[in-house]
Structure formats: structure tokens, C-alpha cells
């Protein structure tokens, strides 16, 4: 079982940055697949950064060449810096640990773009 906590949303201004952190305990995520996720009020949850074990990255055309992921294994994190940030990026930002059939979020942490 893997528990996950994401913090570092808050309000910021659109052409801002903000960094999300999500911590893992009850296991290590080394051998984890990890991704961001994010859902806006009214519309599906969509997926916005994945990291392999292998550190392989992958990004959909909305967030590519703006948001980053990175993980730390020794200390058992995930990051997601957002650089440039427009409006539309306002969401509740969750952090995802997948290997084989397993699956597990974290409750998430809200993000507001807005001047």
C-alpha cells in the first residue's frame, strides 16, 4: 500500500511558477511509475506529466516545455515545477504511483491561476 501527499498549490499569478511536491510512505516508489494528474471544476481528470522507474518523462502538448517532473527516490518525492502559468492550468493537481495492476493517488492539491 502506498500513501501519497501532494503540497505547493496555492494562487498565483498567470506567467508564474509554482513547484508540487508529493511525498510516498508504506513503500519506496523507486521501482514506481509516477505522473501527475490534474482535474478542472466540471471536466474529466487528465493526465499532465509522467515519470518511469527509468526516468524516462513524457508530457501532453498542453504542459510541454512549461511543467517539469522530476522524483528524488532517496527521499521518496515527486516534483512538478509549472513555469509559465496561464489560467487554464486552475485545477486540483493530483499525484499518481502506478506498477503492474497497482494504482494510487494522493487527495491532491488545488492550483489557481488567476490575477
Known amino acids: 500500500q502506498v500513501q501519497l501527499v501532494e503540497s505547493g498549490g496555492g494562487l498565483v499569478q498567470p506567467g508564474g511558477s509554482l513547484r508540487l511536491s508529493c511525498v510516498a510512505s508504506?513503500?519506496?516508489?523507486?521501482?514506481?511509475?509516477m505522473g501527475w494528474y490534474r482535474q478542472a471544476p466540471g471536466k474529466q481528470r487528465e493526465w499532465v506529466a509522467l515519470?518511469?522507474?527509468?526516468?524516462?518523462?513524457k508530457y501532453p502538448d498542453s504542459v510541454k516545455g512549461r511543467f517539469t517532473i522530476s522524483r528524488d527516490n532517496a527521499k521518496n518525492m515527486v516534483y512538478l515545477q509549472m513555469n509559465s502559468l496561464r489560467p487554464e492550468d486552475t485545477a486540483v493537481y493530483y499525484c499518481?504511483?502506478?506498477?503492474?495492476?497497482?494504482?494510487?493517488w494522493g487527495r491532491g492539491t488545488q492550483v489557481t491561476v488567476s490575477s
Open positions: 499518481n504511483a502506478g506498477r503492474h495492476i497497482y494504482t494510487y
Open positions: 508504506g513503500s519506496q516508489l523507486d521501482t514506481y511509475n
Open positions: 515519470i518511469t522507474s527509468d526516468e524516462v518523462t
